[in-house]
């Protein structure tokens, strides 16, 4: 199972960005799939995560009424929409992926992933 993360770049406070994820491999439709950051210095956090159904989502306070998470099974890929973005959003974005949970889990632990990502930075300007 392989996992590619696309869509950061530079952006000012205020402004927005989406971020994608593609999975191939595996049964995509299967997967819990996760957002997960890491600031320099910093340890890795949640973001925000989604059940294979999609019916249920998770997201860390920092974030709540500012990112969105979604997926679209037919293309294999999970999104994060992200909006109002600050300084303190700046970290490298990790997408993640687990199988084999019920149709309504989400998990915000990284421990609980089971494919990772390269990452895709995100840098926002003051």
């Known amino acids: 199972v392989q996992l590619q993360a696309s869509g950061g770049g530079l952006v000012q406070t205020g402004g927005s960005l989406r971020l994608s994820c593609v999975v191939s491999?595996?049964?995509?439709?299967?997967?819990?799939m996760g957002w997960f950051r890491q600031a320099p210095g910093e340890e890795r956090e949640f973001v925000a995560a989604?059940?294979?159904?999609?019916?249920?989502?998770d997201y860390a306070d920092s974030v709540k009424g500012r990112f969105t998470i979604s997926r679209d099974n037919a293309k294999n890929t999970v999104y994060l929409q992200m909006n109002s973005l600050k300084p303190e959003d700046t970290a490298v974005y990790y997408c993640?992926?687990?199988?084999?949970?019920?149709?309504?889990?989400?998990?915000?632990?990284?421990?609980?992933?089971?494919?990772w990502g390269q990452g895709t930075q995100v840098t926002v300007s003051s």
């Open positions: 993640a992926a687990r199988g084999g949970s019920s149709r309504f889990s989400t998990y915000s632990t990284q421990g609980e992933y089971d494919y």
């Open positions: 491999g595996g049964t995509f439709r299967t997967y819990v």
């Open positions: 989604i059940s294979w159904s999609g019916s249920n989502t």
